[in-house]
């Protein structure tokens, strides 16, 4: 099986689904003729021409909302925004808008578009471009908001997205562009909704998603030399939340630590948090820690920014606590 | 790292405890596992022993002094070690990111940073052990005690301030009857010690996985049938929480006294008393009847394979029960000895909380003391007792003729919704049977 970055990965996605439905186009910052800020899109100006691959002004509300009419009239846009952090000045589009047309027209318009960009901290991007946006998004009725982790899942999950006749936010990483992973050359699609078991484990659950999984497994790896096992779910998609997958796994394994790249404070780990105590209280032999940035402004100063970011030990440390070994 | 000493359940109902003697100094060096105080529980007198090594820094009661179970009584810590927070009494425990935190330089104007105006408190520590009365422990260690049977008082919790987690409801299961003894510093209980370890040297250890409760060798299980339980509910209603009915059965002691007799007759070693002969007589009753060697757990019944014999035994400060284990297999010279034994050290107080929990069924007798018969408190979760009064001669009508006979007069008190009038009169026949004719014991 080919091994391609997630990058490529997503570029294939977007290909595929460009050329299997003309209705499907890109827009967005330096996304034709510069081939994409974080090159996802390279090739597709000169693949599909400037109807469908559209470069647009430094004006996301506006470009969100373009993509909002193009989808009420039957297009299928994808909106890219360089990184979420920029995405701010489009919610309005994408909560006000997009999220609720079709509550508020009764049903008349679907909304079938995806918005997505990379997510999160990458490195001395400083507190105002070193944000994760999912629990901000995840809150909203109306959205569903996807965050793959491998080029794997990013490949079959963009191809879900496109598809699906809601708006999707999809959330990327900067550092994962570069990763590698295997993806098959046969056509897959990942439904939206479905988390993964990425390990097996019985000793502790660490729960995640995005760019954590990777810590997430790193940490699993290193604790596996001391005898710890840890299962390390994936939830690929933070809306809806695959509760099913969590429950099973917490069940097995009495514990769970939430791994998550954003703050602490009404975070995605706060939910996963209320799923576990609602459906496996009778089966926790720890209260449920999480892992995730410290609650400041990310800040800008090398060493800084790797102290207030979730990493490896702090997840281990969160690990021997739940097991009642630290 | 500091060692907190904290008073500890070291019986099934301890509440408090009164720290009779500290055995170590302030300043003393402490090895894990070292025994640092006598402890008298409500039942006898415990050692408490190190969680941790170190310097014992710190005495925070005197001897004579009672303190309730969880409260800080002591600190273990490196000489030079800071011990204020722990001092502190209501200082938490830090978290790992905490910890984490003091120990990295780089990590301190990060701290400055989080108290900025955005910061707001991090994750909020475990609390101290402040109410003590209560049993803390975790969901699925609540749980799977229910399953098995255990209180969860009887059980040692060993997370943090006391938490009783699924490994020590493991090692409880898998040593029973609960005794404090699979504490982190016994090595020798199978589940406790990968758990306790690294706490003790800093290494990192395999999680314990401890087996399940072994239960179907010794025990099963039966889940109450809808009549069971209408019986249940019907006669709980009517009498109280243990629906308790009597049967009385005199025996004809003929056959006992005359073997008591010859025994005697054979030696000092083969003396033995009325009451180790009746006790072996109901341990081999109960192994032919289990559905009266049973314990009422609410949602199920427990039926034993396993005969262990609760034995009341009066002491100065009131009634206890040792348990005599497996007493249908042991002949009369060892239920005579072992009886006496734990007798007399019930009366000293010294026994163990392993020797007096886990009876499957108990024998009260107060025939010593001339009473003709009696009906005994059963003594729960078990479903019967035995009552046995005084051997006395009585006229029995024989063949056309009175004729005095020693006669014993036994009540079993049952908990009727284990245990019907039938398979009570069946079982108190077979005890009839056997007192009467003891050479069946031989068998």
């Known amino acids: 099986m080919p091994v391609i970055t997630y990058r490529e990965a997503l570029n294939q996605a977007l290909r595929e689904e460009m050329a299997r439905d003309d209705r499907v186009f890109l827009m967005g910052e330096e996304v034709a003729v510069y081939q994409g800020a974080y090159k996802v899109s390279k090739g597709l100006l000169q693949e599909f021409g400037e109807m469908r691959v559209v470069d647009t002004p430094i004006t ?140 097996e484990g019985d000793h502790v659950t660490l729960i995640s998603h995005g760019k954590m999984v990777l810590t997430a497994l790193q940490a699993a790896d290193t604790l596996a030399k001391e005898g710890i096992r840890c299962e390390v779910l994936d939830l690929r998609t933070v809306r809806p939340m695959d509760v099913e997958a969590i429950t099973a796994s917490v069940r097995k394994t009495n514990r769970a630590v939430v791994v998550e790249e954003g703050w602490e404070v009404c975070g995605v780990g706060a939910q996963v948090v209320d799923y576990v105590q609602r459906t496996c209280f009778d089966y926790l032999d720890a209260p449920v820690l999480r892992v995730h940035q410290v609650d400041a402004p990310m800040p800008y100063a090398k060493n800084l920014e790797k102290a207030a970011k979730p990493d490896v030990p702090k997840t281990i440390a969160a690990v021997k606590q739940v097991l009642y070994l630290d | 790292m500091a060692t907190k000493v904290m008073m500890e359940a070291l019986s099934p109902t301890m509440e408090e405890g009164r720290l009779a003697k500290w055995l170590k100094a302030e300043g003393d060096t402490i090895a894990n596992g070292d025994v640092l105080a006598e402890v008298e529980t409500d039942k006898a007198i415990m050692e408490l022993v190190a969680r941790g090594a170190g310097v014992l820094r710190k005495r925070l009661i005197g001897d004579d002094s009672t303190a309730p179970v969880g409260q800080l009584i002591g600190v273990i810590a490196e000489a030079d070690e800071d011990i204020s927070a722990l001092l502190g009494g209501a200082a938490p425990e830090a978290t790992p990111d905490a910890k984490a935190d003091a120990a990295s330089e780089a990590s301190a104007p990060v701290e400055a940073a989080a108290a900025a105006p955005t910061a707001a408190p991090a994750a909020p520590a475990a609390a101290p052990a402040e109410d003590s009365g209560r049993v803390k422990a975790s969901p ?56 306790s ?106 039926y034993h394979a396993r005969v262990h014999l609760g034995m009341a035994v009066a002491t100065d400060d009131g009634l206890i029960v040792p348990v005599i284990r497996d007493a249908d297999r042991k002949g009369l010279g060892a239920i005579g000895r072992e009886g006496k034994e734990l007798a007399g050290r019930a009366r000293e107080r010294k026994l163990k909380p392993e020797e007096y929990t886990g009876s499957t069924f108990s024998v009260s007798n107060l025939g010593m003391f001339g009473i003709d018969q009696f009906t005994a408190i059963i003594n729960p979760p078990e479903a019967a007792i035995l009552a046995v009064g005084a051997t006395e001669t009585r006229p029995v009508w024989e063949n056309g003729a009175f004729v005095p006979k020693p006669r014993m007069r036994v009540t079993l008190s049952c908990d009727h919704r284990v245990i019907d009038g039938a398979v009570g009169a069946r079982f108190l026949q077979t005890v009839r049977h056997l007192l009467e004719h003891p050479y069946l014991m031989l068998y």
């Open chain 1, 60 to 199: 996301e509300l506006g470009f969100a909302g373009v993509g909002v009419g193009a989808a009420m009239v039957g297009l299928r846009p994808i909106i890219e925004f360089m990184t979420w952090n920029f995405a701010l000045l489009a919610l309005d589009q994408v909560v006000n808008a997009a999220a609720k047309m079709l509550y508020m027209t009764s049903g008349q318009f679907n909304m079938p578009m995806v918005f997505r960009g990379p997510n999160g901290a990458a490195l001395q991007l400083a507190a105002q471009h070193s944000q994760a946006w999912e629990s901000w998004l995840a809150h909203i009725p109306g959205l569903k908001v996807v965050v793959p982790a491998t080029p794997y899942d990013a490949k079959g999950l963009l191809k879900a997205a496109i598809r699906d006749d809601n708006p999707v936010c999809f959330l990327e990483g900067e550092m994962l562009y570069n990763t590698k992973g295997e993806v098959p050359e046969e056509e897959y699609v990942i439904p939206i909704g479905k988390a993964e078991v990425k390990r």
């Open chain 2, 140 to 195: 699925l260690a609540r749980r799977m005690a229910t399953e098995q049977g255990l209180s969860l008082s009887q059980v040692q919790g060993t997370g943090p301030g006391g938490r009783v987690v699924r490994r020590d409801v493991e090692a409880a299961a898998s040593n029973p009857p609960a005794a404090p003894a699979p504490r982190p510093a016994a090595s020798t209980a199978p589940t406790a010690a990968p758990a």
């Open chain 2, 197 to 302: 370890a690294p706490r003790a040297t800093g290494k990192p250890a395999a999680i314990p996985v401890a087996p399940a409760m072994e239960i179907d060798g010794d025990a099963r299980d039966v889940p109450l049938t809808q009549m069971r339980k209408t019986i249940a509910r019907r006669l709980a209603e009517s009498i109280g929480p243990v629906p308790t009915f009597y049967l009385t059965a005199e025996i004809d002691m003929t056959a006992v006294v005359a073997l008591r007799e010859q025994m005697a007759a054979s030696g000092d070693a083969f003396k033995v008393s009325v009451n180790d002969v009746i006790m072996k007589a109901v341990a081999m009753a109960l192994a032919k009847h289990p559905e009266c060697n049973a314990h009422w757990l609410g949602d199920t019944i427990r």
